[in-house]
């Protein structure tokens, strides 16, 4: 399979804070790769580098291309941001539509086949009733689906998630994370996300990149890489890791202090 | 299958019929009174090709075509353009306070204008009259010198409104040391902050005209494109957008008016808020409705307080910033209160 995001040497700068420093990652055509690392590993850089949001140098690959402008790009990589602005008054269709903007450029008005796009995008995420009813007066789990709905209008090949369960309770988790996996194989998508729930992690999708201190400090399927010193050295927990025929289960270990200390 | 957002042609009738309205009520009303349908005979006589005798005497007619129709069409522009400005700075700061004066521009035409008055530069006529220059000038300079301190790459827009803040402090703290050391001139400097829709003959209309259409056309060319940055800069990157891009020319497209306006009118508060607040509650929150309404709303709503100005009080004269504020106030706060829309 050919790789659909190419990462290699990867570094961004933020003032002066070296946020990544040399992050190399494939992710292959149709491929899920989750993102974990903890707080302040450059994850959501990471994203935003892959989006053109800020500077880097290395080199980023988009389907083989790393010369696309902002529009090319914008249709090639959706992006469902960790807390989306969603500005208010704004109907749930008109939401939806700005998703075609890589389509129909700055200037133009969205066609009939942008319409046709956005109601199906709707149709398929159980949200035609809401065409009419305002983003912000929704609840949680289905502003995440019209967000989601906003990606998938992009029309575009990859898709990349910043925390997509973060405000979510547990069963509009599963729901979320079910519905990207469906939406993947209907339509060939390519997912590339970032996770902080590393059980979650392990059950979607099929590889795990680890991002600690700006660099990828491991990759690879899930048992393989979940153990308890990796997520001891990097995330500073300990964890106890339970296997499950859906993949490990990780879960805190309660800290007991150790009396026999000085 | 449901349609997008789009100006609605009832939105756009009511718009015209206000505009129609409050020019009909700009030309005929006055110390003399003239039949509306002579005013429309006078004005069409005037188009090319067309002889028709509007039964006007000649000073009647100079009447309307000389003092009241200028000004009237003074008054559309100044209105349009300082609503539209005010819609445009909103959706471009994603900010329902921001209004034309954010980055500096009443500070900065403010200074220049009471420069060119205390050097005694005020006495030229027309469009080459020293104080809407000095006032375009300093106002056009406030802007850009807040872009310059405030606009850094990777912040949020809310440090170049701070930029906009500080400037503001400055110049009007230069102004008023400018102002104290005057102290003959406190009065005009004063009359020309309270703003006015005056006119000799055509000459302000004819200065005003060119920026106006320009930054119309250009803020309403990117209306859609503020749809997209509604959603933050990230988002809109996202989209294929440049963010920093878009509102540099929204910005500078909506300052250019404004400055304009207030260089030939002097600072009329309050249009650029009530305006678009009022289209986003009555209409939608869509920059494709609220910017184009605004023009239209804006011009009706400066030539009917205009109107109020030089008739309340006649045959003195209000300020029309004291007007647009006294009207414009309450009815805002009427709006606000009886809608049941989240617009921001």
Do not use: C
Request: charged share 15%; net charge negative; proline share 5%.
């Amino acid at each position: 399979m050919s790789a659909a995001v190419s990462v290699e040497g990867l570094a961004v700068t933020l003032g002066d804070t070296v946020v990544l420093r040399e992050v190399d990652l494939d992710v292959a055509a149709g491929e899920w790769v989750n993102v974990i690392g903890p707080n302040g590993a450059g994850k959501t850089t990471l994203l935003r580098a892959l989006l053109g949001a800020v500077d880097f140098d290395g080199r980023i690959g988009i389907n083989g291309r790393s010369d696309g402008d902002a529009m090319s790009r914008a249709r090639a990589v959706a992006y469902v941001p960790q807390s989306p602005v969603v500005p208010p008054g704004v109907p749930v269709i008109d939401y939806v539509l700005l998703g075609r903007t890589p389509h129909r450029g700055l200037f133009q008005a969205h066609s009939g086949h942008d319409l046709d796009v956005a109601a199906e995008v709707l149709d398929r995420l159980d949200l035609g009733r809401f065409a009419r009813r305002e983003v912000n007066t929704l609840s949680g789990g289905e502003r995440q689906r019209v967000v989601m709905a906003r990606a998938l209008a992009q029309e575009s090949s990859i898709v990349l998630l910043d925390e997509p369960t973060t405000a979510l309770d547990l069963g509009h988790q599963q729901d979320m994370l079910d519905l990207v996996d469906a939406l993947r194989s209907e339509r060939g998508l390519t997912v590339l996300a970032t996770l902080h729930d590393l059980t979650l992690a392990a059950r979607y999708g099929d590889r795990i990149a680890v991002l600690s201190d700006g660099v990828i400090v491991a990759d690879g399927g899930p048992s393989d890489i979940l153990t308890e010193s990796l997520i001891s050295a990097h995330f500073g927990a300990d964890v106890r890791i339970i296997d499950d025929v859906d993949g490990p289960i990780i879960v805190p270990a309660v800290r007991r202090p150790n009396r026999e200390s000085p | 299958m449901p349609q997008g957002a789009r100006l609605g042609t009832g939105a756009v009738a009511t718009a015209i019929a206000a505009i129609v309205l409050a020019v009909a009520g700009g030309l005929t009303i006055g110390p003399v009174d003239i039949a509306t349908l002579d005013v429309v005979r006078e004005l069409v006589d005037g188009l090319p090709f067309v002889e028709l005798d509007s039964g006007l005497s000649t000073t009647e007619a100079a009447i309307v075509t000389q003092i009241r129709l200028p000004r009237v069409v003074l008054g559309l522009m100044v209105g349009a353009s300082l609503s539209l400005s005010g819609a445009a700075y909103q959706g471009a700061f994603r900010n329902p306070l921001a209004d034309p004066y954010l980055l500096g521009i009443a500070a900065g035409a403010g200074l220049g204008a009471t420069i060119a008055i205390t050097e005694g530069l005020g006495d030229g006529a027309g469009v080459l009259d020293a104080v809407p220059l000095a006032a375009f000038v300093g106002g056009l300079g406030a802007v850009w010198i807040s872009y310059l301190a405030g606009n850094v790459a990777g912040r949020s827009p809310v440090t170049l409104i701070l930029a906009g803040v500080a400037v503001a402090s400055f110049l009007t703290a230069l102004q008023t040391y400018v102002l104290q050391a005057n102290s003959d001139v406190i009065r005009e400097v004063y009359t020309w902050i309270l703003g006015r829709i005056g006119t000799s003959g055509w000459n302000e209309p004819a200065l005003l005209a060119p920026y106006f259409l320009i930054s119309v056309a250009v803020v309403l060319r990117y209306r859609r494109a503020l749809d997209v940055l509604a959603v933050g800069d990230e988002e809109a990157a996202s989209l294929g957008v440049d963010p920093g891009r878009v509102r540099l020319v929204v910005v500078l497209a909506a300052s250019l008016g404004a400055a304009a306006a207030v260089a030939v009118s002097g600072l009329i508060g309050f249009v650029g808020i009530i305006v678009p607040h009022t289209v986003r509650l009555a209409f939608g929150a869509s920059n494709r409705i609220v910017l184009p309404l605004s023009v239209l709303f804006g011009a009706a709503f400066m030539v009917a307080a205009d109107l109020a100005a030089r008739t309340v009080l006649e045959p003195a004269e209000l300020p029309i910033g004291v007007v647009t504020a006294f009207i414009g106030a309450p009815f805002f706060a009427l709006v606000l209160r009886s809608s049941r829309k989240e617009v921001w």
